[in-house]
């Protein structure tokens, strides 16, 4: 079974640092595109970029350019999302998911991070 | 940038059928998916390139894609159906998301 399963909730404060994690199962982990997703509480999905993990190509939107750090190590199958320094307005449910070979779409998503920024 | 526009909210009777929108500029020569993300779960892939279904998916749901609409057609609609809705294409390396629009079976 195809699976993405994400590292847990975390609670930081303003200016701090982290790393979201995104681990794949059941497939060759090299060969395929993972994407991160943002929602914010109550709003709609949006992409903040995707990584290649065969050879660490990285794509940003350049909404989320600049802002975070998407990569990869592919001797342990796992995408990572980072912040160096956190803000209130990063908290949010973040997502992973697998982009199709060749294709557009992207299936399965991980279970979901919820990330919460608050003094 | 490109921008999709969808309904903030549709309404179905119990086994009728919805239809959720999905506005672009020429979006019909775009591939349109469909994502359906129930209250706190991960969103689902219910139609990829316009009107495929992925295995698990049922049949009651399909979809459709021409000029500036693409349509998700929700048949003999559940009270399981319940959820929000979104479509995704993709243009020129970036990834779009609509607004999504909430479906509510009544």
């Known amino acids: 079974e195809v699976q993405l399963v994400q590292s847990g909730a975390e609670v930081k404060k303003p200016g701090e640092s982290l790393k979201i994690s995104c681990k794949g199962s059941?497939?060759?982990?090299?060969?395929?595109?993972i994407g991160w997703v943002r929602q914010m509480p109550g709003k709609g999905l949006e992409w903040m970029g995707i990584?290649?993990?065969?050879?660490?190509?990285?794509r940003y939107s350049p909404s989320f350019q600049g802002q975070v750090t998407i990569s990869a190590d592919k001797s342990i199958s796992t995408a990572y999302l980072q912040w160096s320094s956190l803000k209130a307005s990063d908290t949010a449910m973040y997502y992973c998911?697998?982009?199709?070979?060749?294709?557009?779409?992207?299936?399965?998503w991980g279970q979901g991070t919820l990330v919460t920024v608050s003094s | 940038s490109y921008e999709l526009t969808q309904p903030l909210s549709v309404s179905v009777a119990l086994g009728q059928t919805a239809r959720i929108t999905c506005g672009g500029n020429?979006?019909?020569?775009?591939?349109v998916h469909w994502y359906q993300q129930k209250p706190g779960q991960a969103p689902v892939l219910v139609i990829y390139?316009?009107?495929n279904r992925p295995s698990g998916i049922p049949e009651r749901f399909s979809g459709s894609n021409s000029g500036n609409t693409a349509t998700l057609t929700i048949s003999r609609a559940q009270a399981g159906d319940e959820a929000d809705y979104y479509c995704?294409?993709?243009?020129?390396?970036?990834?779009?998301f609509g607004g999504g629009t909430k479906l509510t079976v009544l």
């Open positions: 020429n979006i019909g020569s775009k591939n």
């Open positions: 059941g497939y060759s982990f090299t060969s395929y595109w």
């Open positions: 995704q294409v993709w243009d020129s390396s970036d990834v779009v």
């Open positions: 998911a697998r982009r199709g070979y060749g294709e557009s779409w992207f299936d399965p």
């Open positions: 390139r316009d009107s």
């Open positions: 990584i290649y993990p065969g050879d660490s190509d990285t």
